[in-house]
């Protein structure tokens, strides 16, 4: 992989970690302005509500760490044939 592509490919990477982290906050902001306004948390609806809100959110944060575990998975990658090449 020459080192132009590997700029590339990395650059991507960490787009789609900033991508995946913006997806986030916007969820977990979407969820603190619903724990501010919801008047009775024990309804049904509320509750439902909250629940499904609370699932986005998770579900962006996993997204946001599984880009992050590519970038770490990549950069070890990267670093070990670094080392066979200069070796």
């Given amino acids: 992989m020459s080192l132009a592509v590997t700029d590339t490919y990395l650059s991507e990477l960490i787009s789609d970690l900033s991508v995946a982290f913006r997806m986030f906050s916007i969820e977990a902001v979407k969820l603190r302005a619903l724990l501010a306004r919801t008047e009775d948390p024990g309804s049904p609806e509320s509750y439902d509500e909250l629940r499904r ?15 992050k575990e ?4 990549y950069l070890k990658v990267e670093s070990r044939l670094a080392k066979s090449q200069t070796a």
């Avoid at 590519?70 to 998975?73: D, Q, S, T, V």
């Fill in 53 to 67: 809100q609370s699932i986005a959110e998770v579900q962006a944060f996993e997204e946001y760490l599984n880009r």
């Fill in 70 to 73: 590519e970038i770490l998975a």
